[in-house]
């Protein structure tokens, strides 16, 4: 069944950042609303959308707007078992309740080009559904990885002492996994169907991290404020160049990718597109360092017990 949530959803998340405790559903409501943010900030970025003007899009522009069932089936764990049919007609179900018909693209008429049966869409659209679910997938592995990893940390004597230990390579592989996200919804945006699984796991991650590494480096050290996109750029064509890749079209079996290139020579898309991986790593970093100090409020049995169960295993890379 169908299920119109959206509006709590959204009174949920403000209040979240108010809680020195977290429970269960709190954490997850935070992953989803981390995941979708990031998707739709990038699905507009490949669409050439600049991230300033993303706010004022109308609400039937985001991704939460898609279909409330994968949003529901994600917060109770049965995600894996809707169809991405079964998303459009949710979607259908809610638009027609809510006054919108078929149509040229319009807000003030309420008349939208996807209001046809699941057969009828273009593949465009079909692709959105199918990475809107693989994103939410990948969003309860990162719960799953999160509360793996915190129990483990916890259950090892000082929390605070072992965290600092393992706590930079927990994170990071958190932000790599929100720029691989954010990489897919970016190919979307530009008419790109493009699953990462399809591309060696080492290699992507070597290129992630070759682009983020100076942003990751200042989230760390407190310097956001005194950050550079040509600086980021020339730490990138340093990391990239010594790990052999050469410039030349996209291609990770063949290790040449087209910014490697001086700065100058940048197209002002691919310059903007550092303002993008800032962006996502910095709201990785704050969204990180937000649920560990859920954890770390909290009393150690009972917030465990709540976390167990209830969310299926899923890889996040």
Not at 73 to 96: A, P, T
Not at 155 to 180: E, P
Not at 283 to 310: H, P, R, T
Request: hydrophobic letters at 35%; glycine letters at 6%; charged letters at 25%.
């Amino acid at each position: 069944m169908c299920t119109d949530n959206k509006r709590e959803t959204g009174k949920q998340q403000n209040q979240l950042y108010e809680k020195t405790e977290m429970n269960k559903q709190d954490i997850k409501m935070m992953i989803y609303r981390f995941a979708i943010d990031i998707s739709d900030i990038s699905l507009q970025s490949g669409k050439g959308i600049a991230e300033s003007e993303i706010n004022s899009l109308p609400a039937s522009e985001k991704l939460s707007y898609l279909s409330p069932l994968f949003i529901t089936g994600f917060l109770s764990g049965d995600l894996e078992d809707i169809r991405e049919q079964d998303g459009h007609e949710c979607f259908l179900e809610y638009m027609k309740k809510n006054g919108w018909t078929f149509g040229p693209k319009n807000i003030e008429l309420k008349t939208h080009p996807d209001m046809v049966p699941w057969k009828k869409l273009p593949r465009a659209t079909r692709n959105k559904y199918k990475l809107l679910k693989a994103t939410l997938i990948g969003a309860s592995g990162v719960y799953d990885s999160l509360k793996d990893i915190f129990k483990k940390l916890s259950g090892q004597g000082s929390f605070a002492k072992i965290m600092n230990q393992y706590d930079q390579n927990c994170k990071i592989d958190y932000i790599l996994y929100a720029l691989s996200l954010s990489e897919a919804w970016v190919k979307l945006g530009k008419g790109i169907m493009s699953f990462n699984h399809e591309i060696d796991q080492y290699e992507l991650r070597d290129m992630l991290l070759s682009k983020s590494a100076y942003f990751i480096k200042a989230c760390f050290t407190g310097r956001e404020d005194t950050l550079s996109n040509q600086e980021a750029h020339e730490k990138f064509l340093d990391f990239i160049k010594d790990a052999g890749w050469t410039y030349g079209p996209e291609n990770f079996g063949d290790r040449t990718y087209p910014t490697i290139v001086p700065w100058e020579e940048l197209s002002r898309e691919d310059r903007d597109r550092y303002n993008l991986i800032k962006t996502v790593v910095c709201m990785s970093c704050d969204l990180y360092d937000y649920i560990k100090m859920g954890f770390v409020n909290s009393s150690d049995e009972a917030v465990f017990a709540q976390f167990d169960g209830s969310m299926p295993s899923s890889s996040y890379h």
